[in-house]
């Protein structure tokens, strides 16, 4: 029993992550029906924001938390304008075109910008990364069950990245906006809805969560990698479909369901198909059953339809 | 004085010209018919004065600012409008459908609302307000929580001129609103055009019922085959002959079976 809220514990600190890039995946795809791919390096660049501000631009010695809160708006600062700029450049050219013409975009952007970070930092990677909150720190859950700090970081920061942002969605001006723009974008320029700018939000407010997590997940494993981005990127994506793309809940949800799977499968799945190795076929194995019994998704609706 | 002011305007799509040549001028807090046949370029004609079409030539002006290109910009300037198939955000309730027409007359920010700041909910509080009593004035204060898509066909409509108004128009283009309506809501759409003239909003409309064009509208203009054929009191308009060939055909000169063209 121990040993099975400990792993539970573990899948919620793994879905927390999952759950955060999720967020943006299901926000774009709700207002502008685009599987953004490039995502998952829009995370990665929240850690390498996060790293190059600390060693380049933080003096030695700055206290713990000023240097993470720096280090937070350092990450987001950098994945934000590359969301920009990727939105400008990249997918409002496309806007109107056939939905396979952005797709492919999405995964040329992805690919360009795990290159332009692996060239960035040529000489080692992953690199090392800052351990800031010491990850010896255990925090005692009751019965044995422990979490350590950076883990409980990361899912306080996805719990408060969710509830913050449906709220805002529900009943902010902005938010509202953005509900009239995924339900009807020409209508909503009628209404004097500048539409351009509510997409160029969504990717912003994405970016954001997506730099959170990357700031996090440095702090909890101790190194970033260009390549991080593409494995996260494709499980956030699986989280956010298995909550039903376009549905802010869901993509929480469905994080926290995908890293508890995953995390269940590697300790109880029968045994040449345990362990460590077999959690990503895990994953998409709950992806696959959610696509064939429930296409839509676990709650099913998009931004639109009630965020 | 002159709020709208259209000039030639002009619409082609490929070979088709849709709308040619078209002027129109509205004063304040009047109300203008605009009839003709299906197809006769009534709302392509709307859509070339609410930017959801660029004209191929031609020039609007509203109080004497031409219009150009963008949606937003125009209805910013006041030029608000209903459809024909009613578009309203159907996941919304009422009251949230009005808010949104509050858009372009708000202005806080995403960093004020995630703040909560003062602004922010002065503006929040304002605008439920607007709503509210703009939800009372179309007559819908009763279902304001239920949700857009919910409602029946009339109070949609109503809706839609609630979500309208919200916008502060100057100008307000109804494109046929009393359409799928029964003589009852017919009646009260009257009665609610009549309001909002009050309000000293100008407004344009497309119908085709045609009791409610003559007993409502201070001036009407008449559109066939893209070009305006007369425009003139209702006195006027009602008893033109060519108006009621536009209708219904001319009798042939020979005496052949005749033609329906409507």
Redesign the interface.
């Known amino acids: 029993m121990q040993l099975f809220m400990q792993q539970l514990v573990n899948g919620v600190v793994l879905g927390a992550t999952y759950g955060l890039v999720a967020l943006g995946y299901t926000m774009v795809y709700g207002i502008v029906q685009l599987i953004n791919f490039a995502h998952g390096e829009i995370f990665m660049l929240g850690g390498f924001g996060a790293l190059f501000t600390y060693t380049v631009l933080l003096p030695s010695g700055t206290p713990v938390v000023l240097a993470l809160i720096l280090m937070l708006l350092g990450g987001m600062a950098v994945s934000v304008t590359a969301a920009v700029i990727m939105e400008r450049f990249a997918y409002r050219p496309l806007r109107g075109a056939p939905r396979l013409a952005p797709l492919i975009t999405a995964l040329g952007v992805s690919i360009f910008l795990q290159e332009l970070v692996r060239n960035f930092y040529p000489a080692k990677s992953p690199r090392p990364f800052p351990q800031l909150i010491p990850p010896d720190y255990l925090i005692n859950l009751g019965g044995g069950v422990t979490i350590n700090a950076p883990k409980l970081v990361t899912v306080i920061a996805a719990v408060v990245g969710m509830v913050a942002l449906s709220t805002f969605v529900r009943s902010s001006r902005t938010g509202r906006a953005m509900q009239a723009t995924a339900q009807d974008p020409d209508t909503a320029r009628l209404m004097g809805i500048d539409t351009d700018r509510i997409i160029v939000t969504a990717f912003v407010l994405g970016a954001s969560l997506a730099a959170v997590s990357g700031l996090s997940n440095g702090l909890q494993f101790g190194t970033v990698d260009p390549r991080m981005g593409a494995l996260t990127g494709v499980k956030a994506f699986t989280a956010a479909v298995l909550g039903g793309i376009g549905n802010i809940s869901g993509a929480v949800l469905g994080g926290f369901l995908l890293g508890i799977v995953e995390v269940m499968a590697t300790q109880y799945a029968p045994s040449p198909l345990s362990g460590g190795a077999w959690a990503n076929a895990w994953g998409f194995v709950v992806l696959i059953l959610v696509l064939v019994f429930r296409p839509n998704g676990l709650l099913g609706e998009r931004v639109a339809a009630r965020a | 004085m002159t709020v709208l002011e259209a000039t030639s305007v002009t619409k082609r799509f490929g070979g088709l010209v849709a709308v040619n040549d078209v002027s129109l001028t509205v004063s304040e807090g009047e109300v203008v018919g605009l009839i003709g046949p299906n197809g006769a370029g009534k709302t392509t004609f709307f859509n070339c004065l ?1 930017g ?1 079409e660029t004209p191929t030539s031609g020039r609007v002006t509203f109080r004497g600012t031409p219009l150009r290109g ?3 910009l125009i ?2 300037a006041g030029v ?2 209903t ?1 024909q198939n009613i ?6 309730t009422a009251v ?1 459908n009005v ?8 202005s ?3 960093l004020s ?2 703040g909560r700041g003062p602004r ?1 909910r002065r ?2 509080r304002e ?1 439920e307000e607007v709503a509210r009593d703009l939800l009372a004035f179309v007559g819908l204060g009763h279902v304001r929580n239920e949700l857009a898509k919910s409602l029946p066909y009339g109070d949609q409509r109503r809706l839609e001129i609630a ?1 309208a108004l919200a ?1 502060e128009p100057g100008l307000l283009l109804l494109d046929e609103p009393t359409a799928g309506m029964n003589p009852n809501e017919t009646a009260a759409a009257v009665s609610l055009v009549k309001k909002i003239q009050g309000r000293g909003i100008a407004v344009v409309l497309i119908e085709h019922d045609m009791r409610f064009v003559f007993g409502l509208c201070d001036r009407v203009a008449v559109l066939v085959q893209g070009e305006k054929l007369l425009e003139g009191t209702p006195a006027e308009v009602q008893s033109d002959e060519r108006v009621i060939a536009a209708y219904l055909g001319k009798p042939p000169e020979d005496a052949g079976p005749k033609e329906k063209k409507k």
């Open positions: 609410t959801m963008r949606p937003d209805l910013k608000a409008r459809f578009r309203l955000f159907p996941n919304m949230e808010i949104v027409g509050r858009h372009a007359r708000t806080a920010g995403v609302a995630i922010y503006e929040e605008s979500r916008t």
